[in-house]
Nanobody, 125 residues
């Protein structure tokens, strides 16, 4: 499975941005997917995750109520809609995937087998 993250950019505080993760490969359609982010000088942290079936969704507390994860299995794509952005949301955002059907979603990096290259999101104050 290959992952391509896109849609990052520069946005003002309070603004919105949607980033995308496109999966390709033989088993790309059978994956649970997550978003993680890494700010300069900090460790990578969990942001959101969604199961293949969309039946299970997790959010980090710091983004809950502001970010929405969704997926279109027909397009093998996962999206992260980010609203009410704050300067502290500035980071490189990575999507990750693991092959699994059903309602499993994961919040830990070690649970994922495939990683995209990251897309930069910068929120100015």
């Amino acid at each position: 499975v290959q992952l391509q993250a896109s849609g990052g950019g520069l946005v003002q505080a309070g603004g919105s941005l949607t980033i995308s993760c496109a999966a390709s490969g033989r088993t790309a359609s059978r994956c649970a997917t997550g978003w993680f982010r890494q700010a300069p000088g900090k460790e990578r942290e969990f942001v959101a995750a969604i199961s293949w079936s969309r039946g299970t969704i997790y959010y980090a507390d710091v983004v809950k109520g502001r970010f929405t994860i969704s997926r279109d299995n027909n397009k093998n794509s996962v999206y992260l809609q980010m609203n009410s952005l704050k300067p502290e949301d500035t980071a490189v955002y990575y999507c990750a995937a693991v092959e699994t059907f059903g309602s499993y979603a994961y919040r830990t990096e070690n649970d994922y087998d495939y990683w995209g290259q990251g897309t930069q999101v910068t929120v100015s104050s």
